[in-house]
């Protein structure tokens, strides 16, 4: 396993988080050992417990810290806010997400490896720091929603639903296609994906009317 040169610069705990982030997305958890974590680090394993009394207890912390590093693109919000039909504002919600997950490749596997081997453990660890960012989109999507230009209940539903999609697409298309994607890849896939539905059915994004707006 390498690491990079640049995870032994500052302090212990921060090298400790680094060097773990960078082989935890890598290889897993249980493709890692806090043997290969110290010695990344350029610190011993003592150093580790005395920070993270379990690798369990590092594996949340470093995942803790890539999530809190999530922030959605302003501008990005803005075209969502101004968009004129709900098929652009679908389009737009996509678009914001892809820009905002597939920029943080580590997170995307680290996501993806604590669902598969550590169970429910992190769910209200990853529910407390994403939950903000499905909350704000679907307030975008909750005029439409409620003005029946979109046919959806539930717009935290469908924020959640084209999360699942950008997380899973880079795997996916690094497994069938054999390299990875960016958020221009994903965007345009579900572009495409959108078309055909849209071609068999005009309806699938609901009437083209505007949100409703309050009286």
Aim: proline share 4%; aromatic share 8%.
């Amino acid at each position: 396993m390498t690491v990079d040169p640049s995870v032994r610069k500052g302090n212990a705990e921060e090298r400790i988080l680094k060097a773990a982030a960078g082989l935890f997305a890598s290889f897993g958890y249980n493709g890692v050992s806090t043997r290969d974590i110290a010695t990344g680090a350029g610190v011993n394993e003592v150093t580790i417990y005395r920070h993270h009394p379990r690798k369990r207890d590092l594996y949340m912390a470093v995942l803790e810290a890539e999530l809190q590093q999530v922030r959605l693109p302003g501008d990005l919000l803005a075209e969502l806010a101004q968009a004129g039909d709900a098929r652009t504002v679908m389009t737009r919600t996509f678009q914001l997400l892809a820009a905002t997950l597939t920029n943080r490749p580590d997170l995307l596997r680290l996501v993806q490896y604590s669902v598969l081997e550590l169970g429910e453990e992190l769910d209200p660890l990853i529910r407390k720091n994403l939950g903000e960012l499905v909350e704000v989109v679907a307030r975008y999507l909750e005029p439409w929603a409620g003005g029946g230009a979109l046919r959806i209940g539930n717009t935290k539903s469908v924020v959640l639903a084209l999360i699942a999609i950008v997380v899973n697409y880079d795997a996916l298309h690094r497994l069938f296609f054999n390299g990875a994607s960016g958020p221009e890849a994903v965007f345009s896939a579900y572009t495409d994906f959108c078309n055909i539905l849209v071609d068999r059915s005009e309806d699938f994004y609901g009437a083209r009317v505007a949100p409703a707006t309050g009286s």
